[in-house]
């Protein structure tokens, strides 16, 4: 018996997977928060070097402000005073348009900056001066984070498959909310960065355990449904992003207030179920049986117990080593499995580096932050409705290569053309937008049916290793744009299309039961090898028997 057969008779999509799949919407929405939180957090405004030192001597007399700034800072080809310079003394010869000398002496800023604060109230930039030589550092917080991200995703991926799906959640919402407020009182650069690696360690347990719950709750054709609904919950804390940092100008409390909503998600942790999947695989029959017990009540199956008995859970699937603890070296043990986690690594990884590369470059269009930041997010929602009808009707392997190869191609045209034609940039940048959010839903839901249940956490752990560490190294990417100003649009093209290429080489697992163990896998791949056999003799046999017929 398998374990779909013993769901169905609970109704696998049903009231109580309906709950199950809202009550992880509200810990899934500060996820995407948290995830671009630097494209407000730290934001680089317009700043100049500190004069008031000068005025303080005197220097200036009765001077304003305007001619301040003409005197001691140098001017830009745009007109704005320079960012990161001052000159060595004051130029007061500027004030009579006489024409300065060829060679003015400038000096890095030597008394802080002056920030326009019109935008933001405090960013990390102007908090720690994260400006001229430590700009990179601004930047480099985004791959902090995604680095702790990339660890997290290792940790609870061997801790889940060992401990339970539940407990680990609860450990990922306590410390999550921990490590972010201590994070917004951050007295110094270090002691921010520390904290925000801690952040992304514990988050990466939300999102990988809640997806992986729900799925192992529902019947194999909803889960579809139940993949890109859920994924709706990105797409609706990434616009309320937006909103927040509008609203929220101060990096401190924007912390805070994109973390809060985890304590509604800590009160309801008591009425998520564990995955009786799990329970079952771990020889933990009894447990499950209540679980599914409590699912056939809610959705009003009266006749459960009676139609599956407790004995039948033992035979739902036959593990040589029952309670045999999983690793992530059993992913490269057996030739099939070891295939598909070479293959689903560099599929994450070019999905996630193209999905940031673009999501944290909002400033390249000359458009207002906030309303790139919510177009950016709001596109998500159609491509995810599309993306659903894509899934069912022409199958995982086709959209996931499909979008990710689109993604490359809308990169490519944004290469090549001008960029006076900013409107038409724009619009294929979110059009590129969309399609790599969609790639997104797809590997999630994807990868979850790719990998059996005894090492389903493992693998998607893994799988979230590899996309963190593309995603960890976006921000790095984009400062070559100093070496070549294409550079960083270049290289994310090249690993999207590469990437999508590689997709195809995974087996479509539409419509197709959950893996149990490892040896479904090895199956599967005898079964292919069988059936290309067949096809073969089948081919042989028809051409011998024209060629007897034409004899």
């Given at each position: 018996?398998?374990?779909?057969s013993?769901?169905?008779?609970?109704?696998?999509?049903?009231?109580?997977?309906?709950?199950?799949?809202?009550?992880?919407?509200?810990?899934?929405?500060?996820?995407?928060?948290?995830?671009?939180?630097?494209?407000?957090?730290?934001?680089?405004?317009?700043?100049?070097c500190?004069?008031?030192?000068?005025?303080?001597?005197g220097?200036?007399?009765n001077?304003?402000?305007?001619?301040?700034?003409?005197?001691?800072i140098p001017v830009?080809?745009?007109?704005?005073?320079?960012?990161?310079?001052?000159?060595?003394?004051?130029?007061?010869?500027?004030?009579?348009?006489?024409?300065?000398?060829?060679?003015?002496?400038?000096?890095?800023?030597?008394?802080?900056?002056?920030?326009?604060?019109?935008?933001?109230?405090?960013?990390?930039?102007?908090?720690?001066?994260?400006?001229?030589?430590?700009?990179?550092?601004?930047?480099?917080?985004?791959?902090?984070?995604?680095?702790?991200?990339?660890?997290?995703?290792?940790?609870?991926?061997?801790l889940?498959?060992?401990?339970?799906?539940r407990?680990?959640?609860?450990?990922?919402?306590?410390?999550?909310?921990?490590?972010?407020?201590?994070?917004?009182?951050?007295?110094?650069?270090?002691?921010?960065?520390?904290?925000?690696?801690?952040?992304?360690?514990?988050?990466?347990?939300?999102?990988?355990?809640?997806f992986?719950?729900s799925?192992?709750?529902?019947?194999?054709?909803?889960?579809?449904?139940?993949?890109?609904?859920?994924?709706?919950?990105?797409?609706?804390?990434?616009?309320?992003?937006?909103?927040?940092?509008?609203?929220?100008?101060?990096?401190?409390?924007?912390i805070?207030?994109?973390?809060?909503?985890?304590?509604?998600?800590?009160?309801?942790?008591?009425?998520?179920?564990?995955s009786?999947?799990?329970?079952?695989?771990?020889?933990?029959?009894?447990t499950?049986?209540?679980?599914?017990?409590?699912?056939?009540?809610?959705?009003?199956?009266?006749?459960?117990?009676?139609?599956?008995?407790?004995?039948a859970?033992?035979?739902?699937?036959?593990?040589e080593?029952q309670?045999?603890?999983?690793?992530?070296l059993?992913?490269?043990?057996?030739?099939?499995?070891?295939?598909?986690?070479?293959?689903?690594g560099?599929?994450?990884?070019?999905?996630?580096?193209?999905?940031y590369?673009?999501?944290?470059?909002?400033?390249?269009?000359?458009?207002?932050?906030?309303?790139?930041?919510?177009i950016?997010?709001?596109?998500?929602?159609?491509?995810?409705?599309?993306?659903?009808?894509?899934?069912?009707?022409?199958?995982?392997?086709?959209?996931?290569?499909?979008?990710?190869?689109?993604?490359?191609?809308?990169?490519?045209?944004?290469?090549?053309?001008?960029?006076?034609?900013?409107?038409?940039?724009t619009?294929?940048?979110?059009?590129?937008?969309?399609?790599?959010e969609?790639?997104?839903?797809?590997?999630?839901?994807?990868?979850?049916?790719?990998?059996?249940?005894?090492?389903?956490?493992?693998g998607?752990?893994?799988?979230?290793?590899?996309?963190?560490?593309?995603?960890s190294?976006?921000?790095?990417?984009?400062?070559?744009?100093?070496?070549?100003k294409?550079?960083?649009?270049?290289?994310?093209?090249?690993?999207?299309?590469f990437?999508?290429?590689?997709?195809?080489?995974?087996?479509?697992?539409?419509?197709?039961?959950?893996?149990?163990?490892?040896?479904?896998?090895?199956?599967?791949?005898?079964?292919?090898?069988?059936?290309?056999?067949?096809?073969?003799?089948?081919?042989?046999?028809?051409?011998?028997?024209?060629?007897?017929?034409?004899?």
């Open positions: 018996m398998k374990f779909e013993i769901l169905e008779e609970t109704d696998g999509f049903g009231r109580y997977q309906i709950a199950l799949v809202l009550l992880m919407y509200i810990p899934r929405i500060p996820i995407p928060c948290h995830f671009l939180l630097n494209n407000f957090i730290a934001a680089i405004p317009s700043h100049h500190n004069i008031s030192s000068l005025g303080s001597e220097i200036f007399g001077l304003t402000q305007e001619e301040r700034l003409t005197v001691s830009q080809d745009d007109g704005t005073p320079a960012s990161c310079h001052m000159f060595s003394y004051p130029q007061f010869h500027l004030l009579s348009n006489s024409s300065s000398p060829s060679e003015v002496a400038v000096v890095q800023c030597q008394n802080g900056w002056e920030y326009d604060n019109s935008t933001f109230i405090s960013t990390l930039a102007t908090q720690f001066d994260l400006v001229c030589e430590k700009r990179g550092l601004a930047k480099a917080s985004a791959t902090i984070f995604f680095v702790g991200v990339m660890a997290g995703a290792v940790f609870f991926g061997v889940c498959d060992k401990y339970g799906r407990s680990m959640l609860l450990v990922s919402y306590v410390s999550s909310i921990v490590f972010s407020v201590v994070s917004a009182f951050s007295s110094n650069y270090i002691m921010f960065a520390a904290f925000r690696f801690l952040t992304g360690f514990a988050l990466t347990g939300i999102i990988n355990i809640s992986v719950l799925i192992e709750w529902v019947d194999t054709k909803h889960r579809t449904f139940i993949g890109v609904f859920g994924s709706i919950s990105w797409s609706l804390g990434n616009m309320l992003l937006a909103g927040f940092a509008y609203l929220v100008t101060d990096w401190r409390m924007l805070i207030t994109v973390t809060s909503p985890l304590l509604l998600a800590t009160a309801i942790w008591w009425w998520i179920p564990e009786a999947r799990w329970l079952i695989a771990n020889g933990k029959a009894e499950a049986y209540k679980y599914l017990q409590k699912c056939a009540t809610f959705n009003k199956r009266r006749d459960f117990t009676s139609r599956v008995k407790l004995e859970l033992s035979t739902v699937m036959t593990v080593q309670g045999h603890s999983y690793t992530y059993d992913l490269f043990k057996t030739p099939q499995l070891r295939r598909l986690t070479l293959f689903t560099i599929v994450w990884y070019g999905v996630a580096s193209t999905y590369g673009i999501s944290l470059n909002i400033t390249s269009f000359g458009l207002d932050l906030y309303l790139t930041h919510f950016y997010a709001a596109i998500e929602v159609p491509a995810k409705i599309l993306i659903y009808f894509s899934l069912n009707k022409v199958g995982r392997r086709i959209t996931q290569t499909g979008t990710l190869v689109l993604t490359g191609f809308c990169i490519l045209i944004n290469i090549i053309t001008p960029t006076e034609y900013w409107t038409f940039r619009v294929i940048a979110v059009l590129g937008k969309g399609l790599s969609a790639s997104f839903t797809t590997v999630f839901l994807y990868t979850t049916e790719l990998y059996p249940t005894v090492m389903r956490q493992n998607v752990g893994y799988a979230s290793f590899m996309a963190r560490l593309g995603a190294i976006s921000p790095l990417i984009m400062l070559l744009e100093d070496t070549w294409l550079l960083p649009e270049v290289i994310f093209c090249t690993v999207a299309i990437s999508g290429l590689i997709a195809w080489l995974l087996p479509e697992t539409n419509n197709e039961r959950l893996p149990e163990t490892i040896e479904d896998i090895e199956e599967m791949r005898y079964k292919n090898k069988c059936h290309k056999i067949q096809e073969k003799i089948l081919n042989y046999c028809f051409r011998f028997g024209n060629i007897s017929l034409q004899s």
